[in-house]
Structure formats: structure tokens, C-alpha cells
């Protein structure tokens, strides 16, 4: 997007996600002290002197490694490197200038990119330690004493990759961009599905389960409209979520449900819907997001002429509370089908968004009350007054009647129903809210 992109690279435990987080704020990035901790790039935005700029934290550069997961951090590194307007490289004092760090140093002067060196751990005022001098070596220019731990030097860092920003322009308005999380048990093809989208290796792929450890933000575009992908790490049962890290995962997958407005919930066709699936597809539901089911590794399955509607069947019986969410079969693999979640994230978001006036919702409830009588209970009658909208994404209704306590909850679901038989409402949870006449209306 418009904004001007720093990248925070360096080899693995100077500090760079402490500095990512020291920048922007709050704990986006995982911090822990542990080399390959983060994996994949991730965003964040901030601002210094009135800019605004976004911020990516990489994986810790490794040069020469026959470790398979760090040949993919660097490659991920190398792709925030290409995307970034200006290169923040950290190193650290209290190990000094090491081999690692010339051989980064020379990758990211390969990249002609501006780059800003920043010697991380100084966490003392005053006299600057010798050992500081030995980074001119690098040939990078002067190198900027921070703490991340503490934040100084901070300031004087952002000074300088300011000076490298390209001229300010009005920014373009994000409001008509889709945020979609992608969410589901580990290794269902949530990063696979990311890079058919993306058309790049966005997101790392491995068959470790786990390895999406953070909540990646993708930007795209094409003919039918703008969106965010939220690649987030598999969410597993919390009996074996055992660790710290894997604890701030849950956590992160949790808040990128929050902030999206469509999910998309994949399930892996092999398994069909399992006891961890339904939990995932049930923080969506809670949450009152728009929904989409997808089935993924479609391509893998042997099929006769009822295959799809038999595990459809399966989906509807083992998420039962989500009956509205559509369900489409897909390949990340392969590309079968995925240009169709598309259209369908476009649907239901709108959906979700839908208005409707009161006096139509007056029609369609007398209506409904022609149709089935409200209940009653020992000779008392529920009466029903009028219904409004008071929200959407997800849709908000509020019911004001005569007694809450007789409208029973079979009686709410069937007005629901005529709801989505009338309206549509497809993809959305709807939230009815029961209230007697004479109580607050907000």
C-alpha cells in the first residue's frame, strides 16, 4: 500500500522483533529468547514525526545454513528486503562484529537499498563501549547505539530512515479492503492457500507442522476488489499447547479473528471435520464473524458422484451451530476452485454488512406471526411490538416485546429463519436481542 516500508533484518537474536515491538508499541512480534523464534515477516505500522510508515520484522538471516527452516527464513528475509524502502540492520554489541554479520552485510548491499545500521543492547547511558567502533568496519556508514529493552536511540534510528521515505502523497483509503483471516488446525494448507492467492512465497510451507508461528498480513488486489489475508499460525488443543510461544500463536490467531471481517475456516478433506475444527470454526462463530468453510486437499480424495455430498452432509452434522456458512471445495494445491473464494468472500461480507429498515422488518415479522403463532405459557400470550437493526457484521437486531421470559428460545430460532428465508443473510451469524417494553433501547 502506499505506505513506506522499513525492513528489520539481521542474523538471529540481536533483538530485532524487541526492536519491532519497541517501535509500533505493543507485542505484535513474538519475542523469546530463542534463535528462529520469528519465522515468517511480520507487519506492523507506527509513526515518527507525523509520517506514518509500516514496519516488517523478518526472520534472523543465517547465511550459510543447511537447516531447511532457516534457508526458508532467509528467503522470507530476502522478500522484505526487495519490498522495503529502507533496511534497518541490527547487530549486537555484547557478541560483536561477527562473520554472520559481514556476509548479511553484503547481501543487503547487494539490494542497493538504503540502509541504516543500528548496534542493538547499549543499555547504558554515557560513555559508548569501544567494542561500538569495530561496526564502521561493516562499511556501512555510522552506526546508531540503540536498546530496544529501553527504547533509546530509537528516536535518532527513525530520524535517519525518514530521510530515505519517499515523497509524502495522500494516502489511499483502505476502508473498501476485505480482512480475511485464515484459520484452522495446523498443517490444513493455511500458508499453501496464502501463496496460491499471493502467486508468491509469501508464507512458509513445510510439512512440520507448526511452523506458521505468527499472524501474517498479505495485501492484495485484483478485478474483484482489495483484501488482507491473515495467514494465522494452526491453533491446537491446549492440552498440547505446552509452551510459551506456541501460547502467543493462540493468541495471535485469536486476535486476527477479531480484527477480520471474513474467515475463512479450512478442513483438511482427508480427515473431514475433527474435535479441533469445530473449537477453531467456534471462535469465528463467537466472534461474530462472516464465514466461509473450506475444504481443502480436494485433489487428494478418491470421488464418486456423491463424495461432495456426502462430507457436506458430514460438515453440516459436525457444525451444526454454523448451518449459514457456505461451503466450497478447494485445492491449494492444484488452484482448483480457489479463484471462486473470491466472489464468495465478496458475498458474504456484504451479507454481513446488509441494512435493514424497520418497516421492513415490521412486514416480515406480522408476516411471521400469521404464519406461527408467538408461545404462551399458563394462559399468557407473548406479544411481539416491533424489531429494528441496531448493528451489522455481524447483523444486530433488537425484539421489544410484552415478556422476555415467554419468548422461547425455539421461537427465536424460527424467527431467524424467516430472517434468512426472506434476506438472505448468508455466510453471517444474526444476533437477536430480546427486550420488554419500557427498557433502554441502546
Known amino acids: ?240 499447547v505446552d509452551d510459551n510461544i506456541e501460547k502467543y500463536s493462540v493468541l495471535r490467531a485469536t486476535m486476527a479473528i477479531e480484527r477480520s471481517d471474513v474467515c475463512l475456516i479450512l478442513i483438511d478433506a482427508q480427515e473431514g471435520v475433527t474435535e479441533q475444527d469445530t473449537k477453531v470454526a467456534g471462535l469465528a462463530h463467537d466472534a461474530g464473524k462472516a464465514c466461509i468453510i473450506v475444504v481443502n486437499k480436494w485433489d487428494l480424495i478418491e470421488k464418486d458422484g456423491k463424495t461432495m455430498d456426502r462430507m457436506r452432509e458430514d460438515i453440516r452434522r459436525d457444525l451444526s451451530y454454523m448451518p449459514y456458512a457456505p461451503i466450497l471445495f478447494i485445492s491449494a494445491l492444484t488452484g482448483q476452485r480457489v479463484g471462486r473464494l473470491f466472489e464468495l468472500i465478496n458475498y458474504v461480507n ?17 408476516d411471521a406471526q400469521t404464519r406461527v403463532q408467538p408461545p404462551t405459557d399458563k394462559g399468557r400470550r407473548l406479544k411481539i411490538y416491533y424489531m429494528t437493526q441496531v448493528g451489522v457484521k455481524p447483523p444486530h437486531f433488537v425484539i421489544f416485546c410484552n415478556d422476555k421470559k415467554l419468548f422461547h428460545f425455539s421461537y427465536q430460532r424460527y424467527l431467524e429463519n424467516q430472517l434468512r428465508s426472506v434476506f438472505g443473510l448468508e455466510g453471517t451469524p444474526i444476533v437477536l436481542t430480546i427486550r420488554q417494553k419500557g427498557e433502554d433501547e441502546n
Open 1 to 240: 500500500m502506499a505506505l513506506p516500508l522499513i525492513a528489520i533484518v539481521g542474523r538471529p537474536n540481536v533483538g530485532k522483533s524487541m526492536l519491532f515491538n519497541k517501535i509500533i508499541g505493543r507485542r505484535l512480534s513474538i519475542v523469546e529468547d530463542t534463535p528462529g523464534v520469528t519465522r515468517d515477516r511480520i507487519y506492523g505500522e507506527s509513526e515518527w514525526v507525523g509520517r506514518k510508515f509500516r514496519l516488517v520484522d523478518t526472520g534472523g538471516i543465517e547465511p550459510n545454513t543447511d537447516s531447511q527452516i532457516l534457508a526458508f527464513m532467509r528467503e522470507q528475509a530476502q522478500i522484505a528486503i526487495d519490498n522495503a524502502d529502507v533496511i534497518i540492520f541490527v547487530t549486537d554489541i555484547k557478541t560483536g562484529l561477527t562473520a554472520s554479520d559481514q556476509e548479511v552485510a553484503g547481501m543487503l548491499q547487494r539490494s542497493r537499498k538504503p540502509i541504516v545500521l543500528a548496534v542493538n543492547k547499549v543499555d547504558s547511558v554515557g560513555a559508548v563501549d569501544p567494542d561500538f567502533y569495530e561496526f564502521y568496519n561493516l562499511g556501512l556508514g555510522d552506526p546508531i547505539a540503540v536498546s530496544a529493552v529501553h527504547g533509546h536511540g530509537t528516536g535518532d534510528l527513525l530520524d535517519e530512515c525518514i530521510k530515505y521515505f519517499p515523497p509524502e502523497t495522500d494516502e489511499a483509503d483502505d476502508s473498501d479492503v476485505v480482512q480475511v483471516a485464515i484459520i484452522g488446525k495446523p498443517n490444513v494448507g493455511k500458508s499453501s492457500l496464502t501463496n496460491r492467492i499471493l502467486g508468491e512465497e509469501r508464507v512458509i510451507v513445510s510439512n512440520v507442522a507448526g511452523t506458521t508461528r505468527d499472524a501474517i498480513d498479505s495485501y492484495f488486489e485484483n478485478q474483484y476488489g482489495k483484501y488482507n489475508f491473515i495467514d494465522t499460525a494452526g491453533m491446537r488443543k491446549k492440552s498440547k
Open 350 to 366: 456484504d451479507q454481513a454488512a446488509m441494512r435493514i429498515t424497520t418497516g421492513t422488518l415490521f412486514s416480515v415479522l406480522a
